[in-house]
């Protein structure tokens, strides 16, 4: 074969490739062009569906079927996708194969880079039925949810109300006679033997408290409903030549308030009369009393002698403290029957009754120490729990009555029996209350208690205790007796021994300090 005739076969084939070539390029591009094309098409239709899809199904009810929201989807892109092939088709498309763009002759730019979120046509068409699980799997996640959510809300309210009776029964196991077991407490002195051989020799006659002190009362809690309060004792030790008071103050206030009025009581007395001041408070005037030494001893040192607290609840009381106590069973509607009886009947102060819980007394007296040189004398009895006294009705307590109506017969004789008609005596079963209260105290606590305060509590840091063998209540100062007892020394006579001794402890320290 000659060399033209191999160059010119060269040739052929050389340019067959070329053609083969050109047409494989050829056909893969305008198939490529048409596969975007057709992608272009219907996935801009399926995007613009599944926007009215979700503006559908947020602006409907949930309730709408599955069914009608396809069929609408469908009709729509049928429409948008006629409408789209029509417009495509007028305009001739070229496409730069540098960018990746569509350009038709009315300059509009169809981007074919779709972004990675732009999931193909037949992804999101198989995507409906996942669409459908996903709905039915939230449903199933709900009707689950609820059940769910009202267990754990049973389980809270259970847990609560375990929580409201355990401290319920708990009650003041933890708090009655802390003072006994705090640390940096001073330690009590047993005075019971002492005192039983004073009261001896004031039966016998020998009286030996001196009148160079004022003698200052201070009643308890409810006093001013009492009028007869200590007032069998100021008599008594009036017709004795001693100066003797009764703390007017209002003994439904609180502690602070009371304790800022008898600050005041004193200096009055001390400036009157130019004699210090002897206090003995029953029951909450003793708390009071101690609250006005230890908040202003620096402006009552020198003009106070003593202080005897007689069945104080010092370091508070179970009565109080199982009343008010919060998180126990219907706390809050115990409150509020309590601000009822005593704000709104009796005209005082919640705090009053607050003020004798355990918790406001444990800070109270870790604030405010009483001081050491202050002669201190506490005393705290037992009550009766015997059948007998369940069912006695012998005590009588005096009750004020100021809205009872009588008549006046407009002369003075009338005007005093009115008077005197508001202050009637009124026949209650106080030994009995007492009684109950203090078998619950027992019986609960295991405690011994005089009905209100138990003994431990009573027993102020650093004083010296007096506890007597007689059964007495704590309305044991309040009631008086139509049955006297002429072996048994009354509350007058202990008052007085009381006194004496607190005297006696007065001189012992000045003579300690020397």
Not at 490 to 514: I, N, Y
Request: charged share 20%.
């Amino acid at each position: 074969m000659k060399s033209t005739d191999r160059f010119d076969y060269l040739g052929f084939f050389s340019s067959m490739d070329a053609i083969f070539t050109r047409l494989l390029t050829l056909s893969t591009c305008i198939t490529r062009r048409f596969i975007c094309f057709i992608e272009n098409l219907v996935l801009q239709d399926v995007n613009r569906c599944s926007e009215d899809w979700v503006t559908i199904s947020s602006e409907q009810h949930p309730r709408y079927s599955t069914q009608r929201i396809c069929k609408s989807i469908l009709e729509e892109c049928s429409s948008s996708s006629n409408s789209y092939i029509a417009n495509t088709v007028r305009g001739r498309r070229t496409r730069d194969l540098r960018t990746g763009l569509f350009v038709n002759t009315s300059s509009e730019v169809i981007e074919t880079n779709y972004r990675h979120q732009d999931i193909p046509f037949i992804f999101q068409w198989s995507m409906l039925p996942l669409f459908g699980l996903q709905l039915a799997w939230r449903l199933a996640l709900a009707s689950w949810r609820c059940p769910f959510y009202y267990i754990r809300c049973a389980q809270v309210q259970v847990r609560s109300i375990t929580s409201r009776v355990r401290k319920t029964l708990r009650g003041s196991s933890d708090d009655i006679g802390w003072l006994q077991h705090t640390p940096g407490m001073a330690p009590v002195e047993d005075g019971t033997t002492r005192f039983l051989e004073v009261l001896e020799a004031i039966r016998n006659g020998d009286h030996t408290l001196p009148n160079s002190f004022v003698y200052l009362l201070i009643p308890g809690l409810f006093s001013n409903h009492g009028p007869l309060y200590f007032v069998a004792t100021k008599k008594f030790f009036s017709k004795k030549g001693v100066a003797c008071h009764i703390a007017k103050i209002h003994s439904e206030a609180s502690v602070e308030h009371n304790a800022w009025e008898l600050k005041q009581y004193i200096e009055e007395l001390y400036w009157g009369s130019g004699k210090r001041v002897m206090l003995l408070g029953h029951s909450k005037g003793g708390v009071d009393a101690a609250a006005a030494l230890s908040i202003y001893w620096h402006d009552l040192k020198g003009k106070v002698a003593g202080l005897a607290l007689v069945q104080s609840p010092y370091g508070g009381t179970p009565i109080a403290s199982d009343i008010l106590r919060e998180g126990q069973i219907a706390d809050k509607e115990t409150r509020m029957i309590m601000e009822l009886i005593l704000c709104k009947l009796i005209k005082g102060d919640i705090r009053a009754l607050e003020d004798l819980t355990y918790d406001k007394r444990k800070e109270f007296i870790m604030n405010h120490k009483l001081p050491e040189e202050i002669p201190l004398i506490s005393f705290h009895s037992e009550a009766s729990v015997a059948p007998g006294v369940l069912a006695t009705m012998t005590h009588i307590a005096h009750a004020e009555l100021p809205w009872l109506p009588l008549p006046d017969f407009g002369n003075e004789e009338s005007d005093n029996l009115v008077q005197a008609g508001r202050q009637v005596p009124v026949v209650i079963p106080l030994s009995a209350a007492m009684a109950v209260s203090a078998l619950h105290l027992q019986l609960r606590y295991g405690e011994k208690s005089d009905g209100v305060v138990t003994c431990r509590d009573a027993e102020v840091p650093g004083s010296v205790v007096v506890r007597p063998n007689r059964k007495l209540d704590h309305a044991w100062m309040v009631y008086s007796s139509g049955k006297k007892n002429p072996i048994e020394a009354d509350a007058c006579e202990m008052c007085e021994a009381l006194l004496t001794m607190l005297v006696q402890l007065g001189k012992m320290k000045k003579q300690e300090q020397k």
